[in-house]
């Protein structure tokens, strides 16, 4: 069974940088396509960037495109999420996710079976 656990959040100041963990664990990770979502209070829960495991590519939301980049350490089973140039906009609870197959069309939640419990992500002066 799929098993997913997400780390890093925090307190950041606009303009800041983090990086999320998502330590992934009872599957194998080549075969699964992972996905970064947020949530903000009121709001739906939104696609950041979903990673094809197998092939690498990955599709970015307009609103993080050239600011968040996701990466994976196979050693550890482990996918990461960049973020830089934070903006208080950017505030959410972030939760990683996981779904069978190897090709990336859109990032959408609905599609997804497998999540973490999430960690908040507060970015403010």
């Known amino acids: 069974q799929e098993h997913l656990v997400e780390s890093g959040g925090g307190l950041v100041q606009p303009g800041g940088s983090l990086r999320l963990s998502c330590a992934t664990s009872?599957?194998?990770?080549?075969?699964?396509?992972i996905g970064w979502f947020r949530q903000a209070p009121g709001k739906e829960r939104e696609g950041v960037a979903c990673?094809?495991?197998?092939?690498?590519?990955?599709y970015y939301a307009d609103s993080v495109k050239g600011r968040f980049t996701v990466s994976r350490d196979n050693a550890k089973n482990t996918v990461y999420l960049q973020m830089s140039s934070l903006k208080p906009e950017d505030t959410a609870v972030y939760f990683c996710?996981?779904?069978?197959?190897?090709?990336?069309?859109?990032?959408?939640?609905?599609?997804?079976?497998?999540w973490g419990q999430g960690t908040q992500v507060t970015v403010s002066s």
């Open positions: 990673r094809s495991s197998s092939n690498g590519h990955t």
């Open positions: 996710a996981a779904r069978f197959g190897d090709n990336v069309f859109g990032c959408h939640a609905p599609d997804f079976h497998s």
């Open positions: 009872g599957f194998i990770l080549d075969d699964y396509i």
